[in-house]
């Protein structure tokens, strides 16, 4: 049983933000002084991405656990049990054709689960990959 009751679930679910996240503020955090020619919460493409490289036609999600099911953290609240996995169910279905037309216009998609955004290195190392090493400037 929920221990939190079906007004509350309400309230706490509306609540919830789609931009200036602490995920996001989190994330930009990794990345500033580092690659700083991006743009946040690009509402001009597919799926509205947290984070666009427009030159390196990039989009990057950052996935929080609970909304987007991640096997290790994600957890169905039981009041609405019903609802709620068809919602999820639903998120990572539309994930899924998201990644396959950002595909199709010849762009790159990378998606951090929430959980995977506290390992500043792997974060780092993940994006190298995509957008080459970044250089420390050093003022003399």
């Known amino acids: 049983m929920d221990n939190v009751s079906r007004r509350k679930r309400s309230e706490t679910m509306r609540a919830v933000k789609a931009s200036n996240t602490s995920l996001g503020k989190d994330f930009k955090s990794i990345i500033s002084g580092k690659w700083d020619n991006y743009a ?10 947290d984070i666009v490289f427009l030159e390196k036609k990039l989009s990057i999600f950052l996935d929080s656990c609970f909304w987007h099911g991640c096997k290790l953290h994600c957890r169905i609240p039981q009041t609405n049990n019903t609802y709620w996995i068809k919602k999820i169910n639903g998120n990572k279905k539309h994930d899924k054709e998201v990644n396959k037309l950002y595909k199709k216009m010849g762009w790159r998609v990378i998606r951090f689960w929430e959980h995977s955004i506290k390992n500043k290195g792997r974060v780092i190392s993940k994006l190298e990959k995509h957008l080459g090493k970044y250089e420390t400037i050093v003022k003399v």
């Open 40 to 49: 946040s919460n690009f509402s001009n493409l597919p799926g509205k991405p």
